[in-house]
């Protein structure tokens, strides 16, 4: 089976297929990282899609934000744990994930990837800090979220 690869022109084509086909759960329980810090970004929520997650298939998290000064540029560091445990980290580049520059007022970041279809289904949290081109941390979130155990018999 040919995996299908899409370029930025594609990307928001499909997020917009996302929204109209597949439901959106909220994650309630997003947390900042620091409950006493003062992020320049605030979190307004977390959407995935797909939730359970399916293994296999596209899963798409996008999160509302809001910001008081322009964000030229950044990274987004991103850190998975399965059932308390570290199991993998990733950096993106910030405009790859929304446009840039932000913008003041509410923007979102927006990642899509497919999951293999041996991923192990349960519980998964993700840690996210928000740097910008200084590497000065603009927000930094957690939140939970679900790998169900349906995925696709070609990707076993």
Same mark, same amino acid.
């Given at each position: 089976?040919?995996?299908?690869?899409?370029?930025?022109?594609?990307?928001?084509?499909?997020?917009?297929?996302?929204?109209?086909?597949?439901?959106?759960?909220?994650?309630?329980?997003?947390?900042?990282?620091?409950?006493?810090?003062?992020? @320049?970004?605030? !979190?307004?929520?977390?959407?995935?899609? /797909?939730?359970?997650?399916?293994? &296999?298939?596209?899963?798409?998290?996008?999160?509302?934000?809001?910001?008081?000064?322009?964000?030229?540029?950044?990274?987004?560091?991103?850190?998975?744990?399965?059932?308390?445990?570290?199991?993998?980290?990733?950096t993106h580049d910030l405009c790859d994930e929304?446009?840039?520059?932000?913008?003041?007022? @509410?923007?979102? !970041?927006?990642?899509?990837?497919?999951? /293999?279809?041996?991923?192990?289904? &349960?519980?998964?949290?993700?840690?996210?800090?928000?740097?910008?081109?200084?590497?000065?941390?603009?927000?930094?979130?957690?939140?939970?979220?679900?790998?169900?155990?349906?995925?696709?018999?070609?990707?076993?």
């Amino acid at each position: 089976m040919e995996m299908i690869q899409y370029n930025r022109f594609l990307a928001p084509l499909l997020l917009l297929s996302l929204i109209l086909v597949v439901p959106l759960t909220v994650a309630e329980d997003v947390r900042y990282c620091d409950k006493q810090a003062e992020y @320049d970004v605030k !979190v307004q929520g977390v959407e995935i899609s /797909p939730n359970p997650i399916a293994r &296999g298939k596209p899963a798409t998290f996008s999160i509302a934000a809001t910001t008081g000064a322009a964000i030229n540029g950044g990274k987004l560091v991103i850190e998975v744990s399965y059932f308390g445990w570290h199991i993998h980290s990733e950096t993106h580049d910030l405009c790859d994930e929304t446009s840039c520059p932000v913008s003041t007022g @509410d923007f979102v !970041v927006s990642h899509s990837q497919v999951l /293999p279809g041996f991923t192990p289904p &349960g519980s998964y949290s993700l840690k996210m800090k928000m740097l910008d081109a200084n590497k000065h941390e603009l927000t930094c979130i957690g939140f939970d979220f679900s790998i169900g155990f349906a995925s696709s018999v070609a990707d076993i």
